[in-house]
């Protein structure tokens, strides 16, 4: 999932969340502005910034169903070339 968050000097935030459901645009109580089925964060994002809206944070997050999520491998790494098929019985 990609977030932007955007700001205005007045303190207005906005949030713009990409996932693979499409694009939400958020204000800063979390209710929804716009909602596009595809992908259009770019174009969300450059069209508040032509509105007076600046990035302040944007990258790549792990997805709210999946943050207490187990990660796949808790264990270290085996030997270079080595599957790691986890205990043996």
Do not use: N
């Amino acid at each position: 999932m990609r977030r932007s968050v955007m700001i205005r000097d007045q303190g207005d935030r906005i949030v713009v969340e990409t996932d693979d459901a499409g694009t939400q645009v958020l204000d800063g109580k979390g209710v929804v502005l716009a909602t596009h089925g595809t992908d259009r964060h770019a174009e969300m994002v450059a069209e508040r910034e032509a509105a007076g809206w600046r990035l302040a944070e944007d990258g790549d997050i792990r997805p709210p169903t999946a943050e207490h999520a187990p990660l796949p491998h808790d264990g270290p790494a085996g030997p270079a070339g080595e599957v790691d098929t986890g205990p043996s019985s």
